[in-house]
């Protein structure tokens, strides 16, 4: 077995995965006007909301900069809003409005289409998530 071989890279394989299953959540997600990054802001907020940009960064695992302007394009589309902390004016709450609190109603049918579309036992789907997320946790000790 050749060590550098293409296809024996474990950086090769979740990349492609990761491309793979991201282009099947573009359909599913263009009719409610929101990206794959967008949706992972959504999915944290309705489990969490009202979130401090800091807090929703470390739960995305994103920086802020990068979360920064997927807030704006959300806010714009009137799915969010963004204020000041009463006790920190230097800290920015996010918060859901009634259309992006709404919005949860459609999202609960994207895990069930994913699943459909990937062909996938949702057990095998469980175990691989469980692996993925070992992989994480290895790689940002």
Not at 24 to 53: D, F
Not at 113 to 128: F, H, K, P, S
Request: neutral net charge; proline residues 6%.
């Amino acid at each position: 077995m050749d060590p550098l071989s293409l296809e024996n890279q474990v950086c090769f394989a979740l990349a492609v995965a990761s491309r793979s299953v991201i282009a099947l959540y573009r359909p599913v997600l263009e009719p409610m006007g929101l990206t794959h990054p967008q949706y992972l802001v959504m999915l944290a907020l309705w489990e969490r909301a009202p979130l401090s940009v800091k807090d929703l960064a470390g739960l995305l695992q994103l920086e802020p900069a990068t979360l920064s302007p997927l807030l704006k394009r959300l806010e714009a589309a009137g799915l969010v809003e963004r204020r000041r902390g009463t006790a920190d004016e230097r800290s920015l709450a996010v918060t859901l409005t009634d259309d992006g609190r709404a919005l949860r109603a459609q999202a609960e049918k994207i895990p069930a289409t994913i699943v459909e579309r990937l062909g996938m036992d949702v057990a095998e789907l469980q175990d691989l998530h469980k692996a993925l997320t070992r992989v994480i946790a290895a790689a940002t000790r």
